[in-house]
C-alpha cells in the first residue's frame, strides 16, 4: 500500500476523532443540563472507559500522522531499522490500542444488545448525540481494522504485550472500584444490580477477554502480513 494513501487515511481519521474528542469535551461542560449530573459526578468523564480510550485512540492516530511526517513505515519485505516513533506506534497498537478498543466495542453493544440499561441509560440520549456515540462505541472497530490492514505492525513478545494489556486493565478495574467505594457510584448499572459472588465472575470473564483480544490482534495481524513476512525471512536466509 502506498505511503500516500497511509498518510491520507491516518490524517483523515484523527482529525475525525480529534474533532469529536474536542466536541464532547466542550458540549458536556458547557451544557447546563440535570441529566449530565452523573457524566459530571466525582471522576467525571473520565469514570468511563469509553473517554479513557477516546484519549488513547486520538493520542494514536496524532502519532501515526507524526510517525508519517517524520518517521519510518519499514515493512516485512522493506529494508532498514524502524525509527523509534515507529516502534511506539507498534506497541501502542498491539498492547493497548487494539485490545481495548475491541473489548470497548463488543461489551458495549454486547451488553446494550441484552439490556442498554444496563451499560447506556436511555436518558443518555438527551446528553449524547447518535452520531457522537457511535464515533465512541462503533467506529473504532473499522478505524483498527483498516489500519491492520494498511500498515505492518511488528508485535512486541507475549509476555511484554500480556503485562501491558493487564496492567492497564486492573489499573482500570482498581479505580472504578474506588469510585464505587468512595463515591457510592457504580459506574456501569450492570455493577450495581450483579451479587458479590456475580461481580467477581463477570470481572474475571472480562479481564480473559483482554486476553483473548490481545491474541485475536496478532492472529489477524499474522494473516494479514504472516506471507509477506515468511518471505522476507527466506530472502535473508538465502542472501546470507
Known amino acids: ?17 480529534f474533532s469529536s474528542f474536542v466536541y464532547n469535551h466542550l458540549y458536556v ?16 468523564k473520565f469514570k468511563y472507559l469509553t473517554f479513557w480510550y477516546f484519549i488513547i485512540q486520538t493520542v494514536y492516530f496524532g502519532l501515526c500522522v507524526a510517525n508519517d511526517l517524520c518517521g519510518s513505515n519499514v515493512r516485512p519485505s522493506g529494508r532498514g531499522e524502524r525509527c523509534r516513533l515507529q516502534r511506539w506506534r507498534d506497541n501502542f497498537l498491539a498492547t ?4 481495548l478498543g475491541m473489548f470497548v466495542v463488543l461489551t458495549f453493544w454486547g451488553i446494550y444488545a441484552i439490556d442498554r440499561e444496563l451499560v447506556y441509560p436511555k436518558a443518555l440520549d438527551k446528553v449524547i448525540p447518535s452520531w457522537l ?9 473499522p478505524f483498527l481494522l483498516v489500519d491492520k490492514f494498511l500498515v505492518y505492525h511488528q508485535y512486541p513478545s507475549r ?3 500480556f503485562v501491558t494489556i493487564m496492567s492497564l486493565a486492573l489499573l482500570y478495574l482498581t479505580w ?18 450483579l451479587q458479590p459472588h456475580q461481580k467477581v465472575v463477570f470481572i474475571l470473564a472480562m479481564l480473559v477477554l483482554f486476553v483473548f483480544l490481545y491474541l485475536l490482534g496478532e492472529f489477524i495481524n499474522k494473516t494479514i502480513w504472516g506471507e509477506e513476512r515468511s518471505h522476507a ?3 535473508k536466509k538465502k542472501s546470507s
Open 1 to 17: 500500500m502506498s505511503g500516500a494513501v497511509v498518510k491520507l487515511y491516518h490524517s483523515t481519521v484523527f482529525l475525525v476523532i
Open 159 to 161: 509476555k511484554a504485550g
Open 96 to 99: 493497548v490500542v487494539f485490545p
Open 176 to 193: 472504578i472500584l474506588w469510585v464505587a467505594y468512595y463515591a457510592n457510584i457504580w459506574v456501569y448499572p450492570i455493577l450495581k444490580v
Open 233 to 235: 525471512q527466506k530472502k
Open 29 to 44: 461542560k458547557i451544557r447546563p443540563d440535570d441529566t449530565l449530573m452523573t457524566y459530571k459526578g466525582y471522576g467525571g
Open 133 to 141: 456515540n457511535h464515533i465512541m462505541h462503533t467506529t473504532i472497530l
